[in-house]
């Protein structure tokens, strides 16, 4: 990313923590390809035959920034911890519906059953419970494993992000 891109995102995101939502749409062509990346890398995690697909993934994480209202973001990593925490979202809330459906849904027999395993989906919920405990512990830590894990931000980036 060239230098004046760079600065055009700084001061976009800027602006959209100020509240200039129109400064969000004008933002998101600059990061686009660097937000399919992350998505991108988010499911390769995934089970293979996931209905999520990168795009899908990029545009749902859109609309829920555009819906957030308290953003304060001072520059490009920070954003991009943003939007990686958003996709871990979106995934989470995604196994966790996949999950509950196959609980409520047809009746099986438990002969039926056995070698069914749904263990992709719940490693991802496994691992958003096991965050959200290490958050009640020590925020700062379960931070960096989500920027760097979910994000695949590097340790500078990281270290921007929280300060330090």
Partial sequence: MAVTASQDVTRLLIDWSKG????????MPLVYDELRRMANSHLRRERADHTLQTTALVHEAYLR????RAVSL???AQFFGLASQTMRRILVDHARGRHAKKR???RISLDDAIGVS??????LIELDDALTALTKIDHEKSRIVELRFFGGLTVEEIGEIMGT
Avoid: F
């Avoid at 200039?20 to 933002?27: F, G, K, S, V």
């Avoid at 749904?118 to 490693?123: F, G, I, L, S, V």
């Fill in 74 to 76: 001072e520059g490009r």
């Fill in 20 to 27: 200039d939502q129109a400064a969000l749409d004008q933002l």
């Fill in 118 to 123: 749904e263990k992709p989906d719940m490693n």
């Fill in 65 to 68: 920034l555009v819906d957030q």
């Fill in 104 to 106: 409520d849904g047809v």
